[in-house]
C-alpha cells in the first residue's frame, strides 16, 4: 500500500513528464529545425532496424548520433530538430521506391526515429534506408506479414541476453547470414552494471548506470557492434525487455539494490525512455512517466500469433523473503501474480480469439517447473514463473481451456539453452503434456560457459520433462509451417573470441496437433561419450548451476 501510494504521488508530479514525452513521441518538439543539417561524421553510427511488421507496413527505426559516446547522451546532435527522409524499395539498390517519408529527429527523443510505413503489400520482401543532409544511412531488409489466414512458412529468430562486456557477437554474425523472417528478443539488450570483461569490451560509462544519459551512452555503446547491426538490418525485430534494461531483478515498483521506491521509479523512467528511443517499437510504446506499455500481439498470417508479454513491470515482489531458490508456501499463493490480473486476463482473451496454426507467448524467464536439489532439498527458482505459481498455472490452464491448437512458450534469461515439455500438473509422473517451451541461451552473456553431453543436467532426474540443456552461447532458429515446428539450437564455440565456429547443436520438431518434443538432431557427432557422472561430478553440476542462475552474476563478466 505505501509502494502504490508513493507510486501515485509520484505519477501525479511527473504527469507533465509523461504527457509530455507522449506529445514528443506523437514527432513535436520545443526545438528549433536545424533547416539544412550538415554533419562532419555519418549520423547514422547505430545503424538501422525494422519492427512490429504487419500485412501493410512496419516502423523503421534509426537514432542520429555522430558522436554515440558523448559525455552528456545527445549522441553529439544539437539541441535541435532534424527531418530525416526515409525510403522503402523493393530492391537493395532502390531502383523501385514504394514508399517515402520525412519523419522528425528530436532533442526530446534523443533524436531517434521511428517512422511507421504503411500502404505496402503483404507478405513482401522491402528493403530501406535513411537520410538526412549529404549523408545515407545502411541500408536495412525487412518485410510484412502474410494475410490472415495465409502463410505457409515462417522461419524466426529467438535471441536475449547480450552482455557487451562479456563476449564477441559471433552469434549474430551467423544469424545475419540466416535466411530469416523476423528476429523475436525476449530481454537484456542491455545490462546495467558496470562490468568491464575481459576483452576490450569494456561497458561505457565505465559506472552503474542510473540516469537518462547514462542509459542512452550504454545503448549507443552497444548499438555500435557491427554484428548487431547486421542482425537488425536482417529482419524486422519483435522486441520486450528484462531486468537489466532498467536494473537486476527489479519486480514492479521494487529495486533491487538499495534505492527509494520514488529514486528507482525516476531511473525506470529514464531506463525506459532510453528503451523506447533505441528500438524499433512503434510510438504507442512510447513510455509515459514510469509506464510503458509493450505487451502486445503480433500475428504472421494464419501461421503464427506471438502473445508479447511483460513479466516485470506488474509482477508482485519476490516471494519467499528475497532467496534466490526457495520453496516456501508464498510461492505457491494463488493470489500473487506475474504479470498482474488485467495481463494475465489479456493473455487469456488472445488464447481464445486465436486461430492461428501457432500460438507462442514470448517472454523472459523460464516457464517450466525446475525442481532444484540445493543440498538434498528441491527448491524453485523465485525469480522465474516457479515463483509464482498461481501464474503459471492460470496461464498454462487459459491456453488448455481455449483449446489453443499448438502452445510454445519461447524464453530466455537464463544464459544457456533448454527444452522442456509443459504439463499442468507437474506432481504426476504421466500427466499429460499440453505445451512446450524453448529457451535461449545468451547472445554473450556469462562468457563461453561449455557444451554439456550429452545435453542433459542433473537436475533432469527430479524433471523428467525437461529434454535439453547445454551452456553455450547461441540463439535458436525456429521454422513453422501449418505441418510441424522446428527448433535448431545454434551454438558459438568461443565468445571470447572474434569469429568463432557457429554450429548447431540440437534439433527438436513438434507436429501439428501432437504435445511434446520430438529431437530430429542431437550434435556434434565428435562430443565425448555420454557415461554416468559420479556424485560429486552430479552435485558440482548442480551448485554451478544455482550459481549461474543467482544474483549478480547474470551481469556476466
Ligand atoms: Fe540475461
Request: charged share 20%; hydrophobic share 40%; with cysteine.
Amino acid at each position: 500500500m505505501a509502494e502504490s501510494l508513493t507510486r501515485r504521488r509520484l505519477l501525479g508530479a511527473a504527469g507533465a513528464t509523461g504527457a509530455w514525452l507522449a506529445w514528443a513521441a506523437a514527432g513535436n518538439s520545443a526545438h528549433a529545425v536545424w533547416a539544412k543539417p550538415r554533419f562532419t561524421v555519418n549520423p547514422f553510427t547505430l545503424g538501422v532496424a525494422s519492427g512490429e511488421p504487419t500485412p501493410d507496413g512496419m516502423v523503421l527505426w534509426t537514432r542520429l548520433a555522430p558522436d554515440p559516446l558523448a559525455a552528456d547522451g545527445a549522441g553529439g546532435m544539437p539541441a535541435q530538430v532534424v527531418q530525416v527522409q526515409w525510403q522503402v524499395a523493393t530492391d537493395p539498390a532502390f531502383g523501385y521506391v514504394v514508399a517515402a517519408g520525412t519523419t522528425p529527429a528530436t532533442p526530446e527523443l534523443g533524436h531517434s526515429v521511428h517512422a511507421e510505413v504503411t500502404g505496402l503489400a503483404a507478405d513482401r520482401e522491402y528493403y530501406y534506408r535513411f537520410r538526412v543532409g549529404a549523408d545515407t544511412s545502411a541500408v536495412g531488409r525487412t518485410r510484412t506479414t502474410p494475410v490472415t489466414p495465409g502463410g505457409s512458412r515462417l522461419t524466426f529468430a529467438l535471441a536475449c541476453c547480450q552482455n557487451y562486456a562479456a563476449g564477441y557477437y559471433t552469434a549474430y554474425e551467423h544469424l545475419a547470414q540466416q535466411d530469416i523472417d523476423l528476429v523475436v528478443f525476449v530481454g537484456d539488450y542491455i545490462y546495467e552494471g558496470p562490468g568491464q570483461g575481459s576483452i576490450g569490451r569494456a561497458h561505457q560509462p565505465p559506472r552503474e548506470i542510473f540516469t537518462l544519459a547514462d542509459y542512452r551512452i550504454r545503448y549507443a555503446q552497444y548499438k555500435s557492434d557491427p554484428a548487431l547491426q547486421a542482425a537488425h538490418a536482417r529482419a524486422p525485430w519483435l522486441v520486450v525487455f528484462d531486468d537489466h534494461e532498467v536494473d537486476n531483478d527489479w519486480a514492479g515498483d521494487q529495486p533491487s539494490d538499495g534505492q527509494t521506491v520514488e529514486d528507482f521509479l525516476r531511473r525506470r523512467a529514464a531506463a525506459f525512455q532510453a528503451y523506447y528511443e533505441s528500438m524499433p517499437l512503434r510510438p504507442f510504446s512510447a513510455p509515459v512517466g514510469d509506464d510503458i506499455q509493450v505487451y502486445r500481439r503480433a500475428t504472421w498470417g494464419g501461421l503464427a500469433t506471438f502473445h508479447i508479454v511483460d513479466t516485470r513491470q506488474y509482477r508482485d515482489p519476490y516471494a519467499c523473503g528475497g532467496a534466490e531458490f526457495s520453496t516456501c508456501p508464498e510461492a505457491f499463493d494463488p493470489a500473487r501474480t506475474m504479470l498482474g490480473f488485467a495481463q494475465e486476463t489479456w493473455l487469456a482473451d488472445g488464447f481464445r480469439q486465436s486461430r492461428t496454426s501457432w500460438d507462442f507467448v514470448a517472454q523472459q524467464g523460464a516457464f517450466v517447473r525446475r525442481w532444484v536439489d540445493q543440498n538434498g532439498v528441491l527448491m524453485l527458482k523465485m525469480d522465474a514463473w516457479d515463483g509464482y505459481v498461481g501464474s503459471q498455472q492460470r496461464v498454462t490452464q487459459a491456453w488448455v481451456d481455449a483449446g489453443v491448437r499448438n502452445p510454445v512458450v519461447l524464453s530466455g534469461d537464463i544464459h544457456a539453452h533448454w527444452a522442456s515439455d509443459l504439463k499442468l500438473d507437474y506432481d504426476t509422473p504421466g500427466a499429460p503434456l499440453v505445451g512446450s517451451e524453448l529457451i535461449a541461451t545468451s547472445i554473450s552473456s556469462g562468457g563461453t560457459g561449455r557444451d554439456h553431453v550429452p545435453g542433459v543436467h542433473p537436475i533432469f532426474a527430479d524433471n523428467p520433462h525437461l529434454r535439453f540443456y547445454t551452456d553455450l552461447r547461441g540463439y535458436i532458429t525456429v521454422t513453422v509451417t501449418p505441418d510441424r515446428l522446428q527448433a535448431d539450437y545454434q551454438c558459438v564455440r568461443d565468445v571470447m573470441v572474434p569469429d568463432a565456429e557457429v554450429f548447431r547443436r540440437a534439433s527438436f520438431v513438434i507436429d501439428d496437433g501432437v504435445r511434446g518434443l520430438r529431437q530430429t538432431y542431437d550434435g556434434p557427432p565428435a562430443a565425448a561419450p555420454a557415461r554416468e557422472l559420479t556424485e560429486a561430478e552430479r552435485r558440482a553440476a548442480i551448485d554451478a548451476l544455482i550459481a549461474s542462475e543467482t544474483g549478480d552474476e547474470q551481469e556476466g563478466v
